[in-house]
């Protein structure tokens, strides 16, 4: 069975011209000092290809897209399939970040669909779940993500379930400098690995990767990764600047 991983994954989002994101990338590579934690970047689609370039050839360091197309081929225009994605050398995707949730109506059964399409051609789903602040203050937050997952990830058989990663973010800490607790954190980690502890076994849950969302940045990440289910992070903001997101990758 696949073991439990440390990973920091930056999130991009729609930031970054072509040469910024180079640059940033270089800057990544320079900084990196080899370890066993897996640094993914997930920038824009139409960097993938010349930032993997960049980062060709450093074991630990992946690239990631920000989502994906549920269907293998055919006449969805300006999507971008999974296939493709895997013929520029991306090894994880994003599903289900709460900003395509919220902007782009992506529901709990279509991201069924794009977790099945990533795990299908082997890549590693990194699949996002979390509550709303309204959720969160009338204490509905565990129904809420138990929800997403059993939705969008319990049809799979434990041995595919083995390859997905999940992140936590609520909303709420989105972008809003407002991070979880490392308490709060890791209090919802638990309850997602208890989850798939029922539904696969504890073994299963006991390996699979969970990272935290949120306003994560070089001054609080130490203290969220000390939890004991807190196995990294999913980085916004701070993974725009390289000395930040470094920080970051060096906080386990
Ligand atoms: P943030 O974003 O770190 O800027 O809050 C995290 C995310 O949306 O993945």
Redesign the pocket.
Known sequence: MKKRQHIVAG?W?MNKTLEEGRDLAKDIVERLQPSEVIVVLATPFIHLNSIGNVINGISNLKLAAQNCHQEESGAYTGEISVAMLQSVGVEYVIIG???RREYFNETDELLAKKVNAVLNKGLIPIF?CGEKLDVRESNHQTQLVENQIAKALFHLSAEVFEKVVI?Y?PVW????GKTASPEQAQEMHLYIRNLIAKKYGEELAQATTILY?????AANAKELFQQPDVDGG??????LKAEDFITIVNSF
């Open positions: 999130n989002k970040h709460s900003e996002c992140a973010e800490a989105i972008g809003t969302g949120g306003s994560a940045n999913l980085v916004g903001g701070a993974s």
